[in-house]
C-alpha cells in the first residue's frame, strides 16, 4: 500500500464500521419481517453470567417471492434473533409487555402473529403457558398449526401438504 494511503484501522473506524453495517443489516430484517403476511414468536430466558435473567426474542417470517401475477412462486422461511433482553420482572404478564413493548418500538405489527414457541422445561413451561394466553388475547390467530400455516404459505390445501 503506497505511504500515506487510508487504511482504516484505527478502534474508533472499526467500530464505527461495524457499527453502522449493524444498523444497516437490522433495518434489512425488520423491513423484511414487516413486510411479510405473517410470522411467529420464539422466546425463552436464560441467565448470563452475572446472574441475570435474559429474554431472547426470535422472529420467524416467510419471504415470499410472486410471480408478476401475484402468484407464490418462492417461500423462504427465515429466523431472525431480535436480541437479549434483561428480564427484570419475571412473571407472564411481564414478558408480554416488554416484549409487546419492543414489537411496537420496531414498528412490527402484532397483528401477524401465528405463531408460539417457548421452551418447554418444567421450570419455565408454567410461565409460558400463560404468556401464550395473553398473546392469544392479543391475537386470537397466534396458534395455528403448522400445516396450516404452511397451506397459508403456498396456498395448497393442508392435506396436499401433508401428503
Do not use: C
Not at 420467524?60 to 437479549?84: H, M
Amino acid at each position: 500500500m503506497p505511504k500515506g494511503s487510508t487504511r482504516y484501522l484505527s478502534a474508533t473506524i472499526q467500530n464505527e464500521m461495524i457499527e453502522s453495517l449493524g444498523t444497516k443489516l437490522a433495518t434489512h430484517l425488520l423491513e423484511q419481517i414487516r413486510a411479510s403476511p405473517f410470522f411467529a414468536i420464539i422466546m425463552d430466558t436464560t441467565q448470563d453470567i452475572s446472574k441475570v435473567d435474559q429474554l431472547s426474542i426470535f422472529v420467524r417470517y416467510a419471504v415470499i417471492t410472486r410471480s408478476e401475477n401475484g402468484q407464490p412462486i418462492y417461500i423462504e422461511v427465515k429466523e431472525v434473533f431480535l436480541g437479549f433482553y434483561a428480564a427484570i420482572k419475571h412473571g407472564a404478564v411481564d414478558l408480554v409487555n416488554q416484549m409487546t413493548t419492543l414489537f411496537i418500538d420496531k414498528n412490527i405489527d402484532l397483528k401477524k402473529n401465528v405463531g408460539q414457541g417457548y421452551d418447554g422445561a418444567s421450570v419455565i413451561s408454567g410461565v409460558y403457558n400463560v404468556v401464550q394466553k395473553h398473546i392469544k388475547d392479543i391475537q386470537p390467530n397466534a396458534d395455528i398449526k403448522r400445516w396450516v400455516l404452511l397451506s397459508k404459505f403456498t396456498g395448497e390445501s393442508d392435506t396436499i401438504l401433508k401428503n
